[in-house]
Structures are given as structure tokens and as C-alpha cells.
């Protein structure tokens, strides 16, 4: 009863934000951010999970990277769906975190990971609201389905892109792009 009612509240709070988001009523606090400082905090705080399951994260981010223009904490909320998810969908191997600068005009991050992988079929269902993969599956896993719809909003709100590739039994790569501007066009 206690998981069931833990449950209810993370998709309570989830739902809730989601509206919002898709009413428009959603405001971010935009500001300067590191994004690497970002991706740092949250790999931190997925490792102990991580290590519990006995597995790696790998962390590769190319160093001095300009600054974005997006909401810090909701970029950490990002992150830390799309490793949790890794790591949830993973019964070994590794997560790889990786950022760099794909040209002179974006920021690519991939997280990348070794577990149960996603059927093409299913694909594109992934970013809709409470899917779940073959729900039987699913249901051992926790969760409610509504992080990734979260992120894919996220993303889009900040300007940025989000794709997925995965090989079932291989494993699943999300790659984020976000634009890079000028301090004096935010
Ligand atoms: P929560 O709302 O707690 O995040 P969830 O993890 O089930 O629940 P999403 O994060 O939206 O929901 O993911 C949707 C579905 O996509 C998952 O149920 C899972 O089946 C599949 N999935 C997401 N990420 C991965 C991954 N890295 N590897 C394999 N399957 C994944
Ligand atoms: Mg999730």
C-alpha cells in the first residue's frame, strides 16, 4: 500500500506539470547555465542507484563548453529522468553521459546505455504520456510512463531536440541538441 500510494503522488505531481506545460502556464527561470555542472550533479546523485545494480556510468564531457541559455533545475530534471531510465532498463553493462559541441551553432549530449532496449515498433509511442513498453514488462520496472513525455517538453520548451535510437537486448541512446546563441541575442 505504501509503494502504491508513493506511486500516486509522483504521478499526481507529474500530471500536474505536464498540464501546465501544455497549457502554456508553465514558466521557466532562464538564465546563463553550465550545462556540464548540470550533468555532473546529476550523475552524482544517479550513482548510488547505479552502483546498486552493479553498473557503470561513464561520464565524458568536453571541457569549456559555452554556456546555455535554460532553466538549470529543470534541466537537471531532464537529465536525471532520461539516467534513471538507463539505469532502470539495464541489468548490466554501462551508461555513457557524453557531451560535446557538434558544430559551431549546438550542444550534443548522448546518454547512452547497454540494457533491454526498446522494440523499433514501439519507438515512436515513447515520448506519449503514460506508454509504457509492453506493459507487462513495464510493471516490474515501477514508474508511471509520464517521465519521458516530461522531458520531451522540456526539451522543447528550451529550444532543443530530442532523438532515440535503440537495439532490443542491445541497448537505448537518446541524443539531446540544444542551440547555442550569442550573450547578446537570448
Ligand atoms: P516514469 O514516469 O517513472 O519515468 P517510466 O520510466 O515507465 O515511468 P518513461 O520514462 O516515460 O516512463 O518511459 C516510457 C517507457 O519507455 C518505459 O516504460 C520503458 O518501457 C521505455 N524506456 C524508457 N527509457 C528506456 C531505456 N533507457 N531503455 C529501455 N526502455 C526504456
Ligand atoms: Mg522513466
Not at 106 to 134: A, K
Request: some cysteine.
Amino acid at each position: 500500500i505504501y509503494q502504491e500510494s508513493a506511486r500516486l503522488t509522483h504521478l499526481i505531481h507529474d500530471l500536474f506539470e505536464l498540464s501546465k506545460m501544455e497549457e502554456g502556464k508553465f514558466s521557466f527561470n532562464l538564465e546563463w547555465i553550465d550545462l556540464s555542472e548540470v550533468i555532473e550533479q546529476v550523475t552524482l546523485k544517479a550513482g548510488l542507484k547505479a552502483k546498486e545494480k552493479g553498473l557503470e556510468i561513464s561520464v565524458d564531457l568536453q571541457k569549456d563548453l559555452p554556456m546555455i541559455y535554460a532553466d538549470g533545475l529543470r534541466m537537471e530534471q531532464v537529465f536525471l529522468n532520461l539516467i534513471e531510465n538507463a539505469i532502470r532498463y539495464s541489468e548490466k553493462g554501462t551508461v555513457f553521459v557524453q557531451m560535446k559541441r557538434s558544430n559551431s551553432s549546438e550542444i550534443l549530449i548522448n546518454v547512452e546505455d547497454t540494457g533491454i532496449g526498446i522494440p523499433q515498433t514501439e519507438l515512436p509511442y515513447i515520448f506519449d504520456r503514460f506508454y509504457r513498453v509492453e506493459k507487462s514488462r513495464s510493471r516490474d520496472f515501477g514508474g508511471t510512463g509520464l517521465g519521458l513525455a516530461i522531458v520531451n517538453r522540456l526539451v522543447e520548451l528550451q529550444g532543443g531536440t530530442i532523438e532515440v535510437s535503440s537495439q532490443v537486448g542491445h541497448g537505448t541512446c537518446f541524443v539531446l541538441r540544444f542551440p547555442l546563441i550569442s550573450k547578446e541575442e537570448p
